[in-house]
């Protein structure tokens, strides 16, 4: 009996984000949703990642009406978003009020899978995130962040499997966001998994390195299910592998049964083709592999925006510099995969780390990270770094959303006429700056509120957001 195997669509968001900093507009997805709707995908990956930011920073639109006007012209597919768990799709954590507000209204707005990960894969930063997406019925599905170090090893993913499944995850997805899979390690991972329990796995993975499309046929052989690929234009390098290219790949196994059209593949590469070459200025434009991303661990859409952002500082010469400096701070704070905000507080460290000096100053965000405030880091700190920064009676050791009081109150309270609905009230709850800008913009035209909504600055301006 054959089985069957089927892909998701990144091309409207990861594989955006990862090769031409996710600029690309809803009007330019548009003429492509129905081709897209009937290739016979399990679902189109959308939203979530860094769209929500990109929309409201730099396109002049709302999320919320992205997500409503694709759900529209998509009839026949699942859609699917990537929320980063108790941080949604911001840079810190969120309490649970704004969570499950958030949930709601995506799923309302047209949202049928969400996954959710953790950047430190600390599940109890994931919890809420699985239990309100199964409350309001959408699929919850589980990401591992996948990385390399001494602590990283099979019995540490197994564990983490373990505790995803009592919180009953529909699905589980192996995230590996710098591209680190080989094909053994994939294999290995898959089968491990396979052998203890029947959980449908979806690989992600991105081919910074060179490997992803033969570490996908790894995990294919090993029983994964489900595959993240992107058409070709957006494909490749910093992205995830070319749909074209797997299809081809997997149909020629007799035991496997494939649901996609390819005769819509052209067309849809040629339009995409157009798409990316509107957005040259911010094209990560990389050329080969990277190799250096084995020991940097940096993941493509952290690659693609922190070339587009050291271009923008005049600073591109010191990139190797920063690649090399990444693993000496991923490895002071006890290792955490590079993926947002994680990657985000390793990166903006390493340039000031390379601008400044080794740790002559640290961000914010790296004290908060050193106090517990983003969770359990999977590996100790070190110990020297930690007592020169922070006192000991700082460091929390409860699930750092326990420590936050709920905000969607007092929100709506300071918004007043500037928010009409849940959904302008929860823009503002993650980007208080440029959310306010926006729908001043929106509702007010050019006329200036006496007050801002929130006095609270935008995080991680430096290095834009990596999943």
């Given at each position: 009996?054959k089985r069957?195997l089927e892909?998701?669509?990144?091309?409207l968001?990861?594989?955006h984000?990862?090769?031409?900093?996710?600029r690309m507009?809803?009007?330019?997805?548009?003429?492509?949703?129905?081709?897209?709707?009937n290739?016979?995908?399990?679902?189109?990956?959308?939203?979530g990642?860094?769209?929500?930011?990109?929309c409201l920073?730099?396109l002049?639109?709302?999320?919320?009406?992205?997500?409503?006007?694709?759900?529209?012209?998509?009839?026949?597919?699942?859609?699917?978003?990537?929320?980063?768990?108790q941080?949604?799709?911001?840079?810190?954590?969120?309490p649970?009020d704004?969570?499950?507000?958030?949930?709601?209204?995506?799923?309302?707005?047209?949202?049928?899978?969400?996954?959710?990960f953790?950047?430190l894969?600390?599940?109890?930063n994931m919890?809420?995130?699985i239990?309100?997406?199964?409350k309001?019925?959408?699929?919850a599905?589980?990401?591992l962040a996948?990385?390399?170090?001494?602590?990283?090893t099979p019995?540490?993913?197994?564990?983490l499997?373990?505790?995803?499944?009592?919180?009953?995850?529909?699905?589980?997805?192996?995230?590996d966001?710098?591209?680190?899979?080989?094909?053994k390690?994939a294999?290995?991972?898959?089968?491990?998994?396979?052998?203890?329990?029947?959980?449908?796995?979806?690989?992600?993975?991105?081919?910074?390195?060179?490997t992803?499309?033969m570490?996908?046929?790894?995990?294919?052989?090993?029983?994964?299910?489900?595959?993240?690929?992107?058409t070709?234009?957006?494909?490749?390098?910093?992205?995830?592998?070319?749909?074209e290219?797997?299809?081809?790949?997997?149909?020629?196994?007799?035991?496997?049964?494939?649901?996609?059209?390819?005769?819509?593949?052209?067309?849809i590469?040629?339009?995409?083709?157009?798409v990316?070459?509107?957005h040259?200025?911010?094209d990560?434009?990389i050329?080969?592999?990277n190799?250096?991303?084995?020991?940097?661990?940096?993941p493509?859409?952290?690659?693609?925006?922190?070339?587009n952002?050291?271009?923008e500082?005049?600073?591109?010469?010191?990139?190797?510099?920063?690649?090399d400096?990444?693993p000496?701070?991923r490895?002071?704070?006890?290792?955490?995969?590079?993926?947002t905000?994680?990657?985000?507080?390793?990166?903006?460290?390493?340039?000031?780390?390379?601008?400044?000096?080794?740790?002559?100053?640290?961000?914010?965000?790296?004290?908060?990270?050193?106090?517990?405030l983003?969770?359990?880091?999977?590996?100790k700190?070190?110990?020297?770094?930690l007592?020169?920064?922070?006192d000991p009676?700082?460091?929390?050791?409860?699930?750092?959303a326990d420590?936050l009081?709920?905000?969607l109150?007092?929100?709506?309270?300071?918004?007043?006429?500037?928010a009409?609905?849940?959904?302008?009230?929860?823009?503002?709850?993650?980007f208080p700056?440029?959310?306010?800008?926006?729908?001043?913009?929106?509702?007010?035209?050019e006329?200036?509120?006496?007050?801002?909504?929130?006095n609270?600055?935008?995080?991680?301006?430096?290095?834009y957001?990596?999943?």
């Amino acid at each position: 009996m054959k089985r069957t195997l089927e892909f998701v669509d990144t091309t409207l968001r990861d594989a955006h984000q990862s090769t031409i900093a996710t600029r690309m507009t809803i009007a330019e997805m548009l003429p492509m949703l129905e081709k897209i709707d009937n290739v016979g995908y399990r679902a189109l990956e959308v939203w979530g990642g860094a769209t929500f930011d990109a929309c409201l920073r730099y396109l002049n639109e709302d999320p919320w009406q992205r997500l409503r006007t694709i759900r529209k012209h998509i009839k026949h597919t699942k859609l699917q978003m990537l929320l980063r768990g108790q941080n949604i799709l911001g840079y810190k954590h969120y309490p649970d009020d704004v969570l499950e507000l958030f949930v709601k209204k995506a799923v309302e707005n047209g949202i049928d899978i969400i996954r959710i990960f953790d950047a430190l894969n600390d599940v109890r930063n994931m919890e809420k995130s699985i239990q309100f997406t199964k409350k309001y019925g959408a699929h919850a599905q589980a990401a591992l962040a996948y990385t390399i170090s001494p602590v990283h090893t099979p019995e540490y993913y197994a564990g983490l499997v373990d505790e995803l499944i009592k919180l009953g995850i529909d699905s589980l997805c192996i995230k590996d966001m710098a591209g680190l899979l080989t094909p053994k390690r994939a294999y290995d991972l898959v089968k491990s998994i396979k052998s203890h329990s029947d959980i449908k796995i979806e690989m992600h993975t991105h081919c910074t390195v060179g490997t992803g499309q033969m570490a996908y046929l790894a995990a294919m052989e090993a029983g994964a299910d489900y595959f993240d690929t992107a058409t070709a234009p957006l494909s490749g390098a910093s992205s995830q592998p070319p749909v074209e290219a797997m299809y081809e790949s997997f149909k020629e196994y007799e035991d496997v049964k494939l649901n996609l059209n390819p005769d819509l593949f052209v067309p849809i590469a040629d339009y995409f083709e157009k798409v990316r070459e509107n957005h040259a200025d911010v094209d990560a434009n990389i050329k080969h592999i990277n190799i250096r991303v084995l020991t940097s661990q940096v993941p493509g859409g952290m690659l693609s925006n922190l070339i587009n952002q050291l271009k923008e500082q005049n600073a591109i010469d010191r990139l190797k510099e920063v690649l090399d400096e990444i693993p000496v701070v991923r490895k002071d704070l006890g290792y955490p995969p590079l993926v947002t905000p994680t990657s985000q507080i390793v990166g903006v460290q390493a340039v000031m780390n390379v601008m400044m000096g080794r740790y002559k100053k640290i961000t914010r965000e790296v004290q908060a990270y050193l106090k517990g405030l983003y969770g359990r880091s999977p590996a100790k700190v070190n110990q020297e770094f930690l007592n020169r920064f922070i006192d000991p009676k700082e460091i929390i050791n409860k699930r750092p959303a326990d420590q936050l009081e709920p905000m969607l109150e007092r929100i709506r309270n300071e918004a007043g006429h500037l928010a009409e609905s849940d959904e302008d009230i929860l823009s503002l709850a993650l980007f208080p700056d440029i959310a306010a800008k926006f729908l001043r913009e929106r509702y007010f035209g050019e006329i200036k509120l006496d007050r801002e909504i929130l006095n609270e600055n935008e995080e991680f301006e430096g290095i834009y957001p990596a999943d």
